[in-house]
């Protein structure tokens, strides 16, 4: 499997983004998709999951009602809704796709980052 991850730019603190990360390979609903952020300095950390065709979705606490994680097996496309964005939220953000549909899996393959900044 090999993602594409698009959207990232530079952004005020409140404002919005729309992230998408477009999948090539095999049947996209077999795989959990994701999202991970690494900010400066840190260490990678997960950001939200949806699993391959139920679309159960999970997401760390500090994003929840401000994120939303979602995809579209038809476009192999998987999305992440930005809203309300903090300074803190600044980071390469990757997807990630796992090798079964269920949350929980390993994450087997890893697009190649982009950008997000938030500016206070």
């Known amino acids: 499997v090999q993602l594409q991850a698009s959207g990232g730019g530079l952004v005020q603190a409140g404002g919005s983004l729309r992230l998408s990360c477009a999948a090539s390979?095999?049947?996209?609903?077999?795989?959990?998709m994701a999202w991970f952020r690494q900010a400066p300095g840190k260490e990678r950390e997960f950001v939200a999951a949806?699993?391959?065709?139920?679309?159960?979705?999970a997401y760390r606490n500090s994003v929840k009602g401000r994120f939303t994680i979602s995809r579209d097996n038809a476009k192999n496309t998987v999305y992440l809704q930005m809203n309300n964005l903090k300074p803190e939220d600044t980071a390469v953000y990757y997807c990630?796709?796992?090798?079964?549909?269920?949350?929980?899996?390993?994450?087997?393959?890893w697009g190649q980052g982009t950008q997000v900044t938030v500016s206070s």
């Open positions: 390979g095999r049947t996209f609903s077999n795989y959990v």
């Open positions: 990630a796709a796992g090798n079964t549909p269920r949350l929980g899996t390993t994450y087997n393959y």
């Open positions: 949806i699993s391959g065709s139920d679309n159960n979705t």
